[in-house]
C-alpha cells in the first residue's frame, strides 16, 4: 500500500503544473488517458520493465537541465531528401521554418487545432491504439503522453505520398519539456514514408499511433539528436491490416537516457511488421529499446534486429517479446539484439522472450554481447589498415544489418556517413 501511495503522490506532483484540454473530442480521449494513468501510477525502478533503467528523471516534476549541442556547419540528417518539413522548436510548432502543409492524397493537420472539433477522423485513434499496448505490460509513460500532449501531427494517408512527411525536432532551451503525440492512418492501399530527426527538447515524451490498412506500406526512419544530455522516451504503437507492411528504423547517437518502445500489433493475415535500430554511445549513455510484437493473424511475419556499440562506461538495454496468439498459424517471427563493447566498462541487459500459444510456427531470438573479433582485426592491420580504420570498419559491420532494414538506399547510406562521422570523433 505504502507503494502505491508513493506512485500516486509522485503522480500528482508530476501532472500538476501541466495542461489539461477538456474541448471536443480530444478532451475525452484525454480524459480516458488520465484515468488510465492515475490506475496504474508512473513507472518506479521496481516494475518489472523498467529494472534495467531508472525512470526517475524521466518521472521528475521539472526536467533536467541539459545543454544545447552545436553541430556546426554539419548538415542536418535527411537535407538532401525532397520531403515535406513540419517543424516544432521546444515543443511549438514553427509555421515559419515549416512548408505548407499540402501533400496529393496526405491530409495534414495540427493536433492542437484539430482537437477542438466534434468529430474528427482520429477521434477513432487518439490514444485507441495506446490504450491497447497497456495489456498486458503497463505502460504509464504513454498514457501520461496521451492525456497531456501539447501538440503533433493528424496525418491521413489516402494514395502513395510523393514525398516523405519529415518531422523536425528543434531544441533551444535548456529546460524544455515536451510532449508530442502523432496520430497516422493508412487507408487500404496507401503509402507513406514519415521521417524523424532532431533532439526536440531536454526532455521529450513522444508518442506516434499508427493504423496500417489492408495492403498500405508505412515507412518510419528516425534519427535522434546528438544534444548529450537531453533524454527521451518515446512509444510508437501501431496496428496492420490484412497484407499490409509497417517499417520503422532509429538511428541514436549520444543522450543521456533514451527509452524508445515499439508495440505492434499483426491484426490482419499475411501483415509484415519491422522494426530495427541502431544506436552509438559513449561514456554516461544509457539506451533502452524495448518492444513488444503481437502475432494474431495468419501467415504474418514480423523482424526485430537492434545493434549497440558502447564504450567507456556506456549502458545498453533490450527487452523484446514476440507474442503469438492462439490461431496465429504460419507465424515467422524473428528477434536478434547485439552488442559492441568497445572496453571493459560498458554493459549491454537483455531480456528476450517468446510467448507462443500456435503449434505450426517458425520463431527464433538470439542476443549476444562482445569484444571487437580480433582476428578480423588482426586480418585487417596485416593488409596494411591503420588500426582505428580497422575498428571502425569492424563497427560499421556489425551495425550492417540493422541499418540494411531501411528500404530507401539513399537514406540508408546518410545514416552510415553519420555513424561513421561520430565513429570518427570518438575514436579510443
Not at 58 to 79: H, I, N, R, S
Request: overall charge negative; hydrophobic content about 45%; some cysteine.
Amino acid at each position: 500500500m505504502a507503494l502505491v501511495q508513493a506512485k500516486q503522490d509522485q503522480l500528482a506532483a508530476r501532472i500538476a503544473g501541466l495542461s489539461f484540454r477538456r474541448e471536443g473530442w480530444l478532451g475525452a480521449a484525454r480524459a480516458e488517458a488520465l484515468a488510465r494513468l492515475t490506475a496504474m501510477g508512473l513507472p518506479g525502478k521496481r516494475d518489472e520493465y523498467w529494472r534495467y533503467t531508472d525512470p526517475t528523471s524521466l518521472t521528475a516534476v521539472d526536467a533536467p537541465q541539459a545543454a544545447l549541442f552545436d553541430a556546426g556547419d554539419e548538415a542536418m540528417v535527411f537535407d538532401g531528401i525532397d520531403r515535406l518539413k513540419v517543424v516544432f522548436v521546444d515543443g511549438v510548432f514553427d509555421a515559419a521554418a515549416s512548408d505548407d502543409l499540402t501533400l496529393s492524397g496526405v491530409e495534414i493537420e495540427r493536433l492542437a487545432q484539430a482537437g477542438g472539433a466534434d468529430i474528427h477522423w482520429a477521434r477513432d485513434l487518439y490514444g485507441v491504439l495506446e490504450a491497447r499496448g497497456q495489456k498486458p505490460v503497463e505502460r504509464p509513460l504513454a498514457a501520461l503522453n496521451s492525456a497531456f500532449a501539447t501538440d503533433g501531427v493528424m496525418i491521413r494517408v489516402t494514395g502513395r505520398a510523393a514525398r516523405p512527411v519529415s518531422l523536425i525536432y528543434h531544441h533551444s532551451s535548456d529546460r524544455s519539456d515536451v510532449i508530442l503525440h502523432h496520430v497516422v492512418k493508412l487507408e487500404d492501399g496507401a503509402e507513406l514514408t514519415v521521417l524523424e530527426n532532431g533532439p526536440a527538447a531536454a526532455r521529450f515524451s513522444g508518442v506516434m499511433e499508427v493504423e496500417v490498412g489492408a495492403g498500405a506500406r508505412f515507412h518510419h526512419i528516425r534519427s535522434q539528436g546528438r544534444d548529450h544530455q537531453r533524454r527521451a522516451v518515446t512509444h510508437l504503437f501501431a496496428r496492420v491490416g490484412a497484407g499490409a507492411a509497417f517499417k520503422s528504423f532509429t538511428v541514436t547517437a549520444n543522450g543521456v537516457l533514451t527509452r524508445n518502445e515499439a508495440v505492434l500489433e499483426l491484426a490482419g493475415d499475411d501483415a509484415v511488421a519491422h522494426v530495427a535500430g541502431a544506436a552509438v554511445g559513449d561514456g554516461d549513455f544509457h539506451h533502452d529499446d524495448t518492444v513488444f510484437v503481437t502475432h494474431a493473424g495468419l501467415r504474418c511475419e514480423s523482424r526485430q534486429v537492434f545493434k549497440k556499440v558502447l564504450m567507456n562506461g556506456a549502458v545498453g538495454v533490450f527487452q523484446g517479446k514476440i507474442l503469438v496468439k492462439q490461431g496465429a498459424q504460419k507465424t515467422d517471427g524473428y528477434q536478434i539484439s547485439q552488442a559492441l563493447l568497445l572496453d571493459g566498462d560498458s554493459q549491454f541487459l537483455a531480456k528476450p522472450e517468446l510467448e507462443i500459444y500456435a503449434d505450426d510456427v517458425k520463431c527464433s531470438h538470439g542476443s549476444t554481447s562482445g569484444a571487437i573479433d580480433e582476428v578480423a582485426l588482426f586480418y585487417l592491420r596485416s593488409r596494411g589498415v591503420p588500426e582505428r580504420v580497422a575498428q571502425s570498419l569492424l563497427v560499421l559491420a556489425f551495425l550492417a544489418e540493422a541499418i540494411g532494414e531501411i528500404e530507401d538506399e539513399a537514406i540508408a547510406e546518410d545514416i552510415r556517413a553519420r555513424l561513421e562521422g561520430w565513429l570518427t570523433r570518438h575514436e579510443h
